[in-house]
């Protein structure tokens, strides 16, 4: 680690990242997932600092994780729903920036429903941004948890063959994933009914699967994406039972896979439309829950390489 | 192969699909095709083996029509799979494929299913059936494709709608694709249409009637034609009318798009002056087009751009007839007048009798991916039997169909249907005059 520097002020999305910065933020995760798992889990590595979660679009469990990421590492952390404040009083995205940014935070967090939204708040303020989803383009921290989940257990993300399963169309998972999963080396596959998948996606550096009979064979991750409820009635699929009986996952399904394939989702499910329960809580395969825990560590990376910018972290070499 | 045998003996056999067109005869075992050719009714076939003689009649596969609307379940005073079926049986069509747009539409395999049940009881002409493309045949939202491919259907449709909205079209046809699906369009520009009840031009005029331009047909086509472009899915165009948008299928066969079309008998038969006085029987959708249209029909079919010929059956009681023409129902029947009509192609001398033949058996069998439309050791015994050269007057008060509406009645025609046979089994046998 010696001559790694993480070299980004904001964490944007995966795209721009290099094999190195992804490893060092896994590895520093790693560290991470042991101490989160001591009685005692408390840093002072941002004490004095102000992280703003600024959510432009719902969440619970995204924003939760990085609240919890924030306090351990002793950030003052406020939450600020944009949804139902300052968008329905008709202020601009840059205006919301400049008034957030006049509060001198350190870190904003910030998730938004229109893709590039992050990025162009991340060019009017003076602290460290992480994107914590915007639009259908990315959400590199839930790229970097599944990536650490996947290495807790199978050791490596270098040659493993992994399917991404449904709603690949709107999901800003898969695209961060596509990018991470390729830069460090794994096969990726997509799976999906061309209903719900973007053009030239092939172009991304995948194999192209409408079936999941051929998408599973041989695969060691099934990883298994959301389907929207406005999505599920007639416009991109006909109906969720229809879904669940060609796309949704089962150990019928599943059986093509390899033997230890294991399941992931970034939550929340629907289960029977895009997950069989039986699959989703099978605790020898299922890494759901597993997925949730290296949230939150994967984030304490992500607030440490933050806080090293402006001068929290450890002196770089 | 067990079951009744049965020699077809003496007969011009054809068949569009090898190219047979010789003296010959036909084994059938129980519901497959035995044996076929011009020696094979020598002795060793034993006592228990029926003998129809054919004597130089036509034997050639049963007719495979893929679009007929029988009105059951929902309508069935106005037609029903049983009337629809010996229609059927009567013309000659062995397979038939119905349009979903039933009351409740076919839009839910329970429905699928429904029908399957009524065709096997009444066992007459083998009945497929489309399902709607969208819930409700609304053109909003998708029906479950998927699991209706599975039931059985052979293709996707919205009936007599077009699939209008362009971004409804393009999902169709994707997904579709994903389970590698027909969709069959009617093609016509809704906005374009409204009512449409006549092509425009001087007729409308005069008649007071309004007109829909002939390019509202085109219009939709060429735009599919790009949605087909970008997903790759098998479109067929449904009773293409004119000239400008068999041109458009022409140019995309041409460039190897996955795009097949019908069209069916009154839009090569007839012109827009057929409406005469307001005639309803001559209401149909698409309309009645020009003559240069009705040419381009049949130059169409006659260099193959057309690959089918449908009848297009649309059964309509009296009530939905004799009303102004602006109010009443548009279609005409068809089944029992498809091969006769056809076959005007022939004696007019625009295509030869096996060219006339593989639009209305194997060219269509293979649009819908169904084994039939031949004749071949192995295939499924259906077939028809007809003089083409038999002189006859259309009688429509003689249809079996419970719907008369059509505008051929007293029409001098050629080629009657003598014998129909199904799985083997006769289905229908025209009585000596």
């Not at chain 1, 008034?99 to 938004?112: C, I, Q, S």
């Not at chain 2, 034609?225 to 400008?244: D, K, N, P």
Request: aromatic share 4%; charged share 25%; hydrophobic share 45%.
């Amino acid at each position: 680690m010696d001559h790694y520097a993480y070299r980004h002020r904001h964490l944007l999305g995966i795209d721009g990242l290099t094999p190195e910065d992804i490893t060092h933020v896994l590895d520093l995760a790693d560290t991470y997932v042991e101490m989160n798992r001591q009685a005692e889990k408390k840093k002072s590595l941002l004490r004095g600092r102000t992280l703003i979660n600024c959510f432009f679009e719902n969440s619970t469990r995204t924003r939760t994780s990085f609240e919890v990421a924030g306090k351990r590492l002793g950030a003052d952390v406020i939450n600020m729903a944009v949804a139902v404040s300052s968008m329905r009083k008709g202020e601009t995205l840059i205006d919301t920036a400049m008034t957030l940014n006049a509060m001198h935070p350190d870190v904003l967090v910030v998730r938004h429903p229109e893709s590039g939204a992050v990025q162009l708040l991340s060019e009017k303020v003076d602290c460290a941004v992480i994107n914590a989803g915007d639009g259908s383009h990315e959400h590199p921290t839930q790229a970097l948890l599944d990536a650490l989940t996947i290495r807790r257990r199978k050791g490596k993300l270098g040659g493993l063959t992994i399917a991404i399963c449904g709603d690949v169309l709107h999901s800003r998972v898969a695209r961060s994933n596509i990018a991470l999963l390729n830069a460090m080396g794994a096969r990726v596959r997509v799976v999906a009914p061309r209903t719900l998948l973007p053009a030239a996606v092939e172009h991304l550096g995948v194999e192209v699967f409408h079936d999941m009979a051929e998408g599973l064979v041989d695969v060691d991750i099934v990883m298994m994406l959301r389907l929207q409820q406005e999505r599920m009635h007639g416009s991109f699929v006909p109906s969720t039972r229809e879904y669940f009986h060609f796309f949704g996952l089962d150990y019928d399904k599943l059986k093509v896979a390899k033997p230890d394939a294991l399941i992931m989702h970034p939550g929340p499910m629907n289960r029977g439309v895009e997950i069989g329960s039986e699959v989703a809580d099978d605790i020898d395969r299922s890494l759901i829950r597993q997925q949730v825990e290296m949230g939150v560590a994967v984030r304490m990376a992500c607030l440490e390489l933050m806080a090293r910018d402006f001068g929290n972290g450890p002196a770089i070499k | 192969m067990s079951g009744l045998r049965r020699l077809f003996r003496g007969a011009r056999l054809i068949d569009p699909d090898s190219g047979r067109d010789a003296i010959g005869d036909v084994i059938t075992v129980g519901d497959r095709i035995a044996a076929i050719g011009a020696d094979i009714s020598g002795d060793g076939l034993g006592a228990d083996i029926e003998i129809i003689d054919l004597e130089g009649l036509c034997l050639a596969p049963g007719l495979v029509d893929m679009r007929v609307q029988l009105r059951e379940p929902g309508a069935e005073h106005i037609e029903s799979i049983e009337s629809g079926s010996q229609a059927a049986a009567a013309g000659g069509v062995t397979t038939m494929v119905a349009l979903p747009n039933t009351e409740p539409p076919v839009d839910d395999v329970s429905v699928v299913e429904f029908l399957a049940r009524r065709a096997r009881e009444v066992k007459l002409a083998k009945i497929h059936t489309y399902a709607a493309a969208t819930k409700g045949m609304a053109g909003k939202e998708l029906t479950e494709i998927g699991l209706l491919a599975g039931s059985g259907v052979v293709g996707f449709t919205d009936g007599v709608k077009a699939i209008a909205n362009a971004l409804v079209m393009r999902r169709v046809l994707a997904y579709a694709r994903t389970f590698d699906q027909l969709i069959v369009q009617h093609p016509e520009e809704p906005s374009l249409g409204g009512a449409g009840e006549v092509t425009e031009g001087e007729i409308a005029t005069r008649l007071g009637l309004a007109g829909v331009t002939p390019a509202a047909e085109v219009i939709l086509v060429e735009r599919d034609l790009r949605l087909v472009a970008i997903t790759g899915a098998r479109y067929h165009v449904a009773h293409v009318s004119t000239e400008a948008a068999i041109d458009a299928i022409r140019n995309a066969k041409a460039h190897g798009l996955p795009v097949t079309c019908d069209t069916a008998p009154p839009y090569f038969t007839l012109n827009e002056t057929a409406i005469g006085d307001y005639r309803t029987f001559a209401k149909l959708s698409p309309p009645l087009r020009g003559e240069r249209d009705r040419q381009a029909v049949v130059a169409g079919l006659a260099d193959g751009t057309i690959d089918a010929i449908a009848s297009d059956h649309s059964p309509w009681d009296q009530d939905s007839k004799r009303l102004p023409f602006s109010s009443a129902s548009c279609g005409i029947v068809g089944l029992e007048t498809l091969l006769p009509l056809s076959l005007e192609l022939h004696h007019n001398r625009h295509l030869s009798l096996i060219d006339v033949l593989r639009r209305l058996t194997i060219a269509p069998a293979r649009i819908l991916g169904l084994g039939v439309g031949r004749l071949a050791v192995g295939a499924p015994a259906d077939f028809v039997v007809f003089d083409p050269d038999a002189r006859f007057r259309i009688q429509t008060e003689r249809f079996r169909s419970k719907s008369k509406n059509a505008p051929f009645d007293g029409r001098p025609a050629q080629g009657r249907v003598a014998l129909t046979v199904v799985d083997g089994r006769t289905i229908f046998e025209r009585a000596a005059a």
